[in-house]
Structures are given as C-alpha cells and as structure tokens.
C-alpha cells in the first residue's frame, strides 16, 4: 500500500512531491515549514517551528499516524545560533516522545523569510 499525502500546494504536482508518504507501517514527512500559500507564519524561529510541527501533525493523522509515533526528525535552519528557540519548541511537542533529531545550518531556504524546515518519520506500531 502506497498513500500519498497533499497539503494542496500548487507546486507538489510540478516539483513532484508529496506533504508525505505512508508505505505500510512508515510514513515520510516531507521537508515542513512554516509557508501557507504566500503567506509565512511567524517572523522568528520558536513561532515558526511550532508552526512547522502543527503542519506535520496534520499530515500524520492524514496518514493513520500521530506525533507519538515519530522515531526521526530532522531539523533544517539558516542560523544555528537561534538552536534553543528551535529546540524549545520541538521539546515542547516531543519533550516525552523523544525521537531521534539532528539539527544542521543550511545556507537557505527557498524564501529568505522562512527560517526553519523539519522532516519526520513515524513508524506505526
């Protein structure tokens, strides 16, 4: 079983993506931020980042999982000096789940508003 997930934005279908992926018992969360059509929700980090996390919640419900489930994030941030505003807000939702993260400085991403970006794994029991 394949199912594939959309956040309904215009570009997944000329870019080719998917919000995320569900085969079996795994599901992908693809690359998250805090863009919603043209607008940015947040102008720092911690607001951003919780943002982020509502967006991938969503997509896991979607896909028959739940943020308990998730066993990798992978944070992605254009200045890794603002780690603890992104951190707090990831602990705040995953302080007891406790998945496996990394967090890495990129040069950019794709809108010089946007901040941070964050991937996820669940597995479904």
């Known amino acids: 079983?394949?199912?594939?997930?959309?956040?309904?934005?215009?570009?997944?279908?000329?870019?080719?993506?998917?919000?995320?992926?569900?085969?079996?018992?795994?599901?992908?969360?693809?690359?998250?931020?805090?863009?919603?059509?043209?607008?940015?929700?947040?102008?720092?980090?911690?607001?951003?980042?919780?943002?982020?996390?509502?967006?991938?919640?969503a997509a896991l419900v979607e896909a028959g999982a739940s943020l308990d489930q998730v066993v990798r994030t992978r944070i992605f941030v254009t200045d890794i000096g603002k780690w603890e505003a992104v951190g707090r807000a990831h602990g705040e939702v995953f302080g007891h789940i406790r998945p496996v993260t990394t967090m890495v400085q990129v040069a950019a991403l794709i809108d010089p508003r946007l901040l941070v970006e964050i991937e996820a794994t669940a597995l479904i029991a």
């Open 1 to 57: 079983m394949r199912q594939l997930i959309s956040s309904g934005a215009p570009w997944e279908a000329s870019v080719g993506y998917s919000r995320a992926v569900r085969v079996g018992n795994v599901v992908e969360v693809a690359g998250t931020t805090a863009q919603d059509g043209d607008t940015i929700s947040g102008q720092e980090e911690y607001a951003q980042t919780k943002r982020i996390l509502e967006k991938i919640a």
